[in-house]
């Protein structure tokens, strides 16, 4: 991943903490920043089958999607943290430079 790519991730991550700042509840950061990488328990069933998981839970295409279902039917304001910090998660994970499997040395 180029440096442009971290900066890009790294500038969406303040961007993201800057509108989870006027809506969010703070204590549910810790909670839920670590679910997407639950996924990584695929790796015990199988190489294959961990990279698929943890590939589909650390895409933006998911949560972007179900944040703008949400935000079109003006629901759960909670659901929507939860988005924004599944987001942040992804963002900062690309900000460190962690891509999706397989990885190759950058």
Known sequence: MTKIY??????????????YSHMGNWGLIPIQY???????????ISTKTGEKAYNLSHTLL???????????????NLFTSSMIIWLLHIS???TLGWNLFPRKTM
């Open 92 to 94: 900062i994970d690309r």
């Open 6 to 19: 971290r900066y890009e991730y790294a500038s969406l991550s303040i961007t993201l903490l800057i509108v």
């Open 62 to 76: 998911l949560p972007l999607i179900l944040l703008s279902v949400n935000l079109i039917t003006k629901s759960n």
């Open 34 to 44: 670590l679910i997407p990488d639950i996924t990584a328990l695929g790796f015990f």
